[in-house]
């Protein structure tokens, strides 16, 4: 109980009615805090726990409700920062930045992920047009260096073709169709090469006369020593071993470009009226030095 002197009577004047009015008011306060304050258990419930990155976060909870938080340390060197969850856009919000001093200290998010080795290599390429064989400059691409050596290799790569592109002329007695190994030519390294099965029926030795791009040199047509260097030509049937080889007529020598339109050059066979597979170089032609 407190006393108070009244200076104007003199009388002491007892303070207790103040008193007992001032703890009924705090009385009341506390207790209306004490309901408003949550639980330990409660906060537990609205506080889902602490995780390495807003991904991982997304991924544990994708759909919250209004109240609930999480923590997200990425661990050493990191800020700890705050989410919490938006109901009306039904996402979660950071509430608290992370200083990051450089880029080695900002976790990853869902969407914009980081450049890493492996995901680097992983990437795709995506589609690439493999026509431009162009040289490589210092100012490509990675797609585009990528696309003009595919296409460089394309390019080297032998196209092997059938007896009519190379030829002006060819014996109506050839028969190169055969099903599974037909006989076709190509041009590897500015030789000419032969491959295949072919039939050679009549008396003419001669497969076909070429075009002057697909000659090659043969000076000894000169002097009527005419064969160039042959291919081994072995008969289907017997296993006898003959000749296929290109042949230019006496006095038809080739030895440059103007020759390779004036004179004639053939493919020949040492025979005639079987079966034969050939396989093997014919000559270097004349223009592709």
């Keep these: ?34 309901e408003s304050k949550l639980d330990k258990i409660d906060y537990k419930k609205l506080h889902l726990g602490t995780f390495t990155s807003k991904a991982a976060l997304d991924l544990a909870y994708p759909v919250a409700e209004d109240g609930n ?34 880029t080695d200290q900002v976790p990853e998010g869902s969407s914009n992920l980081y450049f890493t080795s492996e995901r680097v290599r992983q990437t795709p390429i995506g589609a690439l047009d493999f026509l431009d064989s162009s040289r490589i ?63 050679l029926g009549g008396s003419d030795f001669n497969l076909c006369r070429l075009k002057p791009e697909y000659k090659m040199f043969n000076n000894a047509g000169v002097n009527g020593n005419n064969n160039l260097e042959s291919v081994k030509c072995t008969v289907l049937v017997t296993g006898s071993v003959n000749t296929f080889f290109s042949q230019c007529p006496s006095g038809h020598a080739i030895g440059n470009i103007a020759q390779t339109y004036d004179n004639i050059q053939n493919l020949r066979t040492s025979r005639v009226g079987d079966s034969m597979i050939v396989n093997g ?9």
């Design 1 to 34: 109980m407190f006393k108070e002197r009244d200076f104007e009577t003199g009388q002491v004047v007892h303070k207790l009615n103040n008193l007992s009015r001032t703890n009924e008011s705090l009385e009341s306060t506390i207790e209306d805090l004490s």
């Design 69 to 102: 938080s999480a923590d997200i340390d990425s661990g050493s060197g990191f800020d700890i920062m705050r989410a919490i969850w938006d109901a009306t856009d039904q996402k979660w919000v950071v509430r608290e930045v992370n200083n990051a001093s450089n």
């Design 137 to 199: 400059g210092p100012n490509d691409s990675i797609n585009t260096i990528a696309r003009k050596l595919q296409a460089q290799l394309d390019r080297l790569a032998p196209k092997w073709i059938p007896i009519q592109d190379i030829s002006e002329w060819v014996n109506p007695e050839l028969n190169t169709a055969h099903p599974a190994h037909p006989l076709r030519f190509a041009i590897i390294g500015g030789v000419l090469f032969v491959s295949g099965i072919f039939y």
């Design 281 to 289: 170089f014919l000559g270097k032609l004349i223009h592709f030095q």
